[in-house]
Structures are given as C-alpha cells and as structure tokens.
C-alpha cells in the first residue's frame, strides 16, 4: 500500500491497454485522517488470484490534486 503525497501531472500518447479490471474504492481513515483507498485485484488472468495487485491511498491533499486534474482535463 502506498499513501500518495504528491501528483505529478504529465501529458503524451497512452497506450491501449489489453486489460479491464474492476477498482474498489474504499472511503475511511488512515492514521486518524480521512482516507480514500483505491485498489485492484488485476486481471481475471491473473496467476494469483483475490489478491489485491495494486493499492493507492490518498488523503484530503493528494485528493485535491486529483481532483483538479480530473476536474480540468475532463471539464467536470
């Protein structure tokens, strides 16, 4: 798990992914503070399965910043 402090927002090509997934988020606290976790268990073809691949947790700052990004690149 990783608690996210700083986005770096970047531009360019991205690249067609062969894979979807599912993402849960969880809302809650992380030491004492409220919490966003994002988090998924990969592909259905993934070797090790239920097993959460890839865990992200933001709180209110690095929240904001998605959320600015979020907010200008799509015009929410």
Request: aromatic share 6%; charged share 25%; net charge positive.
């Amino acid at each position: 798990m990783a608690l996210v402090n700083k986005i770096n927002q970047k531009s360019g090509i991205i690249q067609h992914q062969d894979t979807d997934i599912p993402m849960d988020i969880t809302i809650g606290s992380y030491e004492g503070n409220t919490a966003v976790r994002l988090g998924s268990k990969g592909s259905d073809n993934r070797k090790t399965k239920k097993k959460t691949s890839q865990v992200y947790v933001l709180e209110e700052d690095s929240a904001k910043q998605l959320y600015d990004i979020l907010k200008s690149t799509f015009n929410f």
